[in-house]
């Protein structure tokens, strides 16, 4: 028997691929095709499967499946949906901030502009990182917010170098007023991206961390791009 089932949540193919290879480890399930056009999911089993199975193996956090159709009855699942949590991004921040800070006391004293441009440096190396593991899923994440990758798919699969040679360049001192000149431009086409999300109240997942950990678009999103342009312009007015 075959059964469709809208699902909510899923916001590129990554979701996709998670969510269909959750739901064909799942017991009783034959064939499972999952898109992200409606309905999401059909899914081909021996016998019903009970609704609450189901979205137990996609998670309780993020999606939510429900059937489409009318004539089976299926009790509603209530989904707890969980606060996002910006930790992951705290963690990092802390990272990047304390490890420069005490390699300079170990090297003779505090430097600000030694510690900027190593944060800086641990800042593009770190977030790379994250994107490049699924570039695809980035890319596509990226676009529904960013004003360069929306018009310029392309963009999103090469923003990830762009963050890598940035870190690669500040942690080596190479070019240091055209690297920090770039990172300016970068940062602040980044943020007015986000401004905009953030004007028009859009649900959009923030690409920052890649698709390895599900932010939404928030202020958080907005004050790491505009710390690093800020960075950056501190430290063009100090070498120029």
């Not at 809208?6 to 998670?18: H, K, L, P, Q, R």
């Not at 019903?48 to 009318?70: C, D, F, R, W």
């Not at 910006?86 to 990272?95: C, D, K, T």
């Not at 055209?178 to 970068?186: K, P």
């Amino acid at each position: 028997m075959k059964h469709a089932y809208n699902i909510t949540g899923m916001t590129c193919n990554s979701c996709v691929n998670i969510i269909e290879q959750a739901l064909k480890q799942t017991s009783g399930v034959v064939t499972v095709s999952v898109q992200r056009g409606a309905p999401q999911a059909t899914i081909e089993s021996d016998e019903m499967i009970p609704l609450t199975v189901l979205q137990q193996a996609i998670g309780n956090s993020k999606y939510s499946i429900q059937p489409v159709e009318k004539n089976v009855q299926h009790k509603p699942v209530e989904v707890v949906k969980d606060k996002p949590s910006y930790y992951p991004i705290y963690l990092i921040f802390g990272y990047l901030g304390v490890v420069p800070l005490l390699t300079g006391i170990a090297n003779g004293g505090i430097d600000l502009m030694y510690w900027m441009g190593n944060f800086m440096g641990g800042f593009f190396l770190v977030f790379s990182f994250f994107k490049l593991l699924n570039m695809k899923g980035f890319a596509e994440g990226y676009a529904t917010y960013d004003i360069v990758a929306a018009k310029w798919p392309v963009y999103g699969y090469i923003y990830p170098y762009i963050e890598l040679l940035l870190g690669l360049a500040f942690v080596t001192h190479f070019a240091p007023i055209t690297v920090n000149a770039v990172t300016l431009v970068v940062m602040s086409i980044s943020a007015v991206g986000v401004v905009r999300g953030l004007m028009k109240r859009s649900k959009f997942q923030c690409a920052c961390l890649g698709t390895v950990i599900s932010l939404p678009l928030s202020y958080v999103t907005l004050v790491e791009d505009l710390v690093m342009a800020g960075m950056s312009v501190v430290m063009l007015v100090q070498m120029i």
